[in-house]
């Protein structure tokens, strides 16, 4: 088997855990205070269209905006038709990417540095 084979499996092996660690129990685990305000924001843009952004307070419009294409999906017009899983989905989703996206340095830092930091951001 060779070296990039390898590297190959190593990183999915990487991605699994990555997926295995924000996945499970989505729906049940209670909200903490970050997502409850991302929630409330998300409402106000899924049941008006209307989203203000402040830059000196919450997260950019990219989560809430991305957030509406699991609403859509889902048929939600309301926030009360719409859950806690599919509120999660898009930041559980961005963190997997970042895990795959630490790919694309591993020319500048080299596959050891790239494999640890990939196992320490799963």
Known sequence: ?????????????????????????????????????????????LENGDYQYDPREYHGPTLNYFTLIPAWMSSASYIAEFNEVGLRIVPVSFGILLVLLLLSINTGLGYPSVISAALLTA
């Open 1 to 45: 088997m060779s070296s990039r084979v390898k590297h190959a499996l190593l990183f999915a092996c990487i991605i699994i855990i990555a997926m295995a660690l924000r996945l499970p129990d989505l729906a049940q685990r209670p909200m903490h205070t970050d997502e409850a305000v991302h929630a409330i924001k998300f409402a106000d843009l």
